[in-house]
């Protein structure tokens, strides 16, 4: 039993002491990013999901919600008659 005990702030000493060495060795390196999916191709997408999304809740909204059929939506008349009753003329 001749070990000597150490106290905790001992070892927190030891431990800064220890990632301090290891940082002065370690040299300085500039992280690159590689983007997996471009700028322009995510802006791209994100179009066309809004477009999808603004498209498929029309058609829930207007042929399950509102009592229509659903390939009603995409016809220019049905949006037409919406913005006749909209403007009210």
Same mark, same amino acid.
């Given at each position: 039993?001749?070990?000597?005990?150490?106290? !905790?702030?001992?070892?927190? +000493?030891? +431990?800064?002491?220890?990632?301090? %060495? %290891?940082?002065?060795?370690?040299?300085?390196? +500039? !992280? &690159?990013?590689? !983007?997996?999916?471009?700028?322009?191709? !995510?802006?791209?997408?994100?179009?066309?999901?809004?477009?999808?999304?603004?498209? %498929?809740?029309?058609?829930?909204?207007?042929?399950?919600?509102?009592?229509?059929?659903?390939?009603?939506?995409?016809?220019?008349?049905?949006?037409?008659?919406?913005?006749?009753? &909209?403007?009210? +003329?």
């Amino acid at each position: 039993m001749s070990e000597q005990v150490k106290t !905790r702030e001992e070892f927190k +000493k030891e +431990k800064v002491d220890s990632q301090n %060495a %290891a940082e002065e060795v370690r040299p300085v390196t +500039k !992280r &690159v990013r590689v !983007r997996l999916i471009p700028i322009w191709l !995510r802006l791209i997408l994100l179009v066309m999901s809004i477009f999808i999304c603004v498209m %498929a809740g029309s058609a829930v909204g207007y042929g399950m919600l509102g009592g229509g059929k659903i390939a009603d939506v995409f016809k220019e008349s049905t949006w037409t008659h919406i913005i006749d009753l &909209v403007d009210k +003329k």
